[in-house]
């Protein structure tokens, strides 16, 4: 179930992941998250739990550092080039790891600095999380898939990310721990959305015939780890909303929501587009996410209607907390 249907801006609340996450599906204690790359999706999550329930997050900078600790949490500096201080002995305590780190030429960060601690000196950690992207199914020709479709990546960095999968797919079945892998669609919420890019005067009304997207508000990716930590669910699961939609056509409702001016259409082939936004381009697909709601997940924003809606600017869902 969803339990904040009823709140004014549908997000979770601590309360709401408190109980969620409670003392483990089979009482063994109080959930100790350790979170590899504390940005946008995973303190989303964080910022639901209360603070006794973290055991620390890492972030590449001193600077970030300070402020997550400004905000309650436990910060360890990581950049992925070396193992970060302290963060040793804060994983022997962890019972649960949440990884949102992108991989690189050289694999996965986490798995290259703390690969034999994760396997073989984490005696408590009972589930793993790690935060993927629909980007591995690659192009589908706008057809609909799931997570038992074949993976046909195109861009260097979704072939880098199945490559992560794989690798944390290995390292958990060797120590014999649930292994969740959440393939995030287009991620948007407070500070990050349309009404933004609005706002700044980016947006554009970008057509590509028959192009569409899936998009996530930041608080179902939440909302999903809830679910998936609390239980200690493993499995690969498509975190994603109900409708994927046209580009152009999400730009004109947040206009006509907000009271902006609305943008020109602009032809695709003829935009002026960096490398890495014309190639997001080249993969067309409709996710489904039929396997999260068989859990009995139900989406705080099943479409960009609703996160939308909660995000217009003045609105209680715009803020970020």
Not at 12 to 39: K, W
Not at 91 to 110: K, Q
Not at 138 to 154: F, K, N, S
Not at 184 to 204: C, D, H, V
Request: glycine share 12%; aromatic share 8%; with cysteine.
């Amino acid at each position: 179930m969803n339990p904040t249907a009823a709140n004014d801006d549908r997000r979770p609340t601590r309360a709401d992941t408190a109980r969620a996450v409670g003392d483990g599906e089979h009482g063994e204690g109080p959930m100790r998250l350790f979170v590899f790359g504390c940005g946008f999706s995973a303190r989303a999550f964080t910022d639901t739990l209360p603070h006794g329930l973290v055991a620390g997050v890492t972030t590449r900078t001193p600077q970030k550092a300070a402020s997550l600790a400004a905000h309650g949490l436990k910060p360890f500096v990581f950049d992925g080039e070396r193992p970060g201080p302290g963060i040793d002995a804060a994983l022997h305590r962890t019972t649960h790891l949440l990884v949102s780190i992108a991989p690189g030429e050289r694999g996965d960060p986490v798995l290259r600095q703390y690969r034999d601690e994760i396997v073989h000196a984490m005696p408590q950690l009972r589930w793993i999380g790690y935060l993927s992207t629909v980007g591995v199914y690659g192009d589908h020709g706008g057809a609909w898939v799931d997570e038992t479709t074949e993976l046909r990546p195109v861009s260097q960095r979704s072939h880098e990310r199945v490559a992560a999968e794989e690798a944390w797919t290995q390292a958990a079945g060797e120590r014999g721990t649930p292994l969740a892998i959440l393939r995030l669609s287009g991620i948007y919420g407070p500070g990050r959305n349309t009404f933004e890019n609005l706002k700044a005067g980016r947006a554009r009304r970008l057509v590509k015939p028959g192009q569409v997207f899936n998009r996530i508000h930041v608080a179902d990716i939440a909302g999903a780890l809830s679910l998936l930590a609390g239980s200690a669910t493993g499995g690969v699961f498509n975190v994603t909303d109900d409708e994927p939609a046209p580009p152009q056509d999400v730009v004109e409702y947040a206009a006509r929501l907000g009271g902006f001016p609305m943008p020109p259409e602009v032809d695709f082939e003829t935009a002026d587009l960096t490398e890495m936004a014309r190639s997001f381009y080249g993969e067309n697909k409709r996710v489904g996410n039929q396997r999260l709601k068989s859990l009995g997940y139900e989406f705080y924003f099943p479409t960009f209607r609703e996160g939308l809606m909660a995000l217009k600017p003045g609105s209680a869902g715009d803020t970020i907390t």
